[in-house]
């Protein structure tokens, strides 16, 4: 199963896999990036579905969200202009950036992992970008040079099968990118390690240092049907909605030098088992996860959690919900049938994310 992306709302995950699990389909991997990796730990060290379900709405998830605090560099005006520089360029990564001070949100340094319980009933295998440059080259001119080498966070039998592969990303229809052909594996990493280093999204959190290494989140490779078929037999993968045109398309093309909506159409399209539709969940749960405030009068921007921890609670139990009945729709659809493609609504905000 894929957990790609997900960003805030990756509660959808745990009710998927409850549905799944419930039904006797629940995947033997859990192939996740970015959010989706905040799931993927969780599934893994919590066996039980009710615990995953309530570690998702707990005491201590709430307080790392409410731990999220800005930096300097989150201030609105300066933000929006860089914002719509990427917007007005074409160019594919055309400098280094720099992922190590220019970011917007510190993340607590305690994790919202529970302690492993019981024997694992998954394996996790996590998407990160390790990064081929340090401070000292950002700034300076690309070119040609690759600047990420995509590193899969798996166990030895994963790693096993994905050996001598090559990065989805180096095939020549996804154009001059800063992507390495060259796919690692690390099978020494820990899965709540792992999964810290996947939500080291650009633009919003610095990369993410491991031993003597950078790295770049999950966000390099949101949607890795390639590595999956190498995986398992039988996929499991959401049918997701598109990307903001304003912020997350520029955003990928600045520091991948990706086209993501390209990569998204290819995901939608690239046969799947079961395909999962979750192509409303910025509409159905517009706000259900993390809101980010445009204070003006401050110059910042600012995240903000809901009011109570009662509140909170309501918004995990409805991503839950969410993930669920998506998932339990999918169930009674008949064998590789396209799920039908849910209109959003076209008044809505678009969305300030990295990730669809």
């Keep these: 199963m894929v957990l ?7 509660g959808i995950y745990i009710g998927m896999y409850a549905a ?13 990036s970015c959010g989706g990796a905040i799931a993927a730990a969780i599934i893994h060290n919590l066996p039980d579905p009710d615990a995953q379900r309530a570690w998702l709405s707990s ?3 709430y307080q790392f969200w409410c731990g999220l605090r800005s930096t300097e560099h989150a201030a609105l005006r300066g933000t929006l202009l860089r914002a719509a520089k990427r917007k007005l360029s074409s160019a594919r990564a055309p400098v280094i950036p720099d992922l190590f001070h220019d970011y917007l949100f510190e993340i607590p340094p305690q994790l919202p992992f529970p302690p492993a319980a019981g024997a694992p009933q998954v394996d996790v295998a996590i998407i990160g970008g390790k990064l ?20 899969i966070f798996c166990n030895q039998r994963a790693a096993a099968a994905l050996q001598g592969m090559d990065s989805p990303l180096a095939d020549a229809r996804w154009g001059e990118h800063a992507i390495a052909r060259e796919l690692l594996t690390d099978d020494s990493v820990p899965v709540t390690e792992a999964a810290r280093i996947s939500i080291a999204d650009m633009i919003y959190f610095r990369s993410a240092r491991y031993r003597s290494d950078e790295y770049i989140g999950g966000v390099l490779d949101l949607f890795p049907v390639e ?53 409303d969940v910025s509409v159905v749960l517009e706000k259900q996860q993390l809101q980010q405030k445009l204070d003006w009068r401050r110059n910042r921007i ?16 409805d991503q839950w919900q969410y993930g669920y009945d998506r998932a339990r729709e999918a169930l009674a659809r008949p064998a590789l049938q396209q799920p039908p493609v849910r209109r959003a609504n076209r008044h809505s905000k678009p969305l300030r994310s990295i990730e669809p």
């Design 4 to 10: 790609g992306g997900g960003g805030f709302r990756f």
């Design 20 to 32: 799944l699990r419930q039904a006797g389909k629940a995947p033997d991997v859990l192939l996740a």
């Design 59 to 61: 005491e201590t998830m």
């Design 132 to 151: 081929l440059f340090g401070p000292e080259d950002v700034g300076q001119p690309r070119g040609q040079r690759k600047l990420y080498a995509e590193t």
């Design 227 to 279: 590595i999956a078929r190498r995986l398992g037999r039988e996929i499991i993968m959401e049918f997701k909605e598109a990307f903001d045109q304003v912020f997350s398309i520029p955003a990928w093309r600045a520091v991948l030098g990706v086209d993501g909506n390209a990569r998204l159409r290819y995901a939608n399209s690239h046969l799947a088992d079961m395909r999962i539709d979750s192509s």
């Design 302 to 317: 600012e995240l903000h959690m809901p009011p109570s921890y009662e509140i909170f609670v309501q918004h995990m139990n």
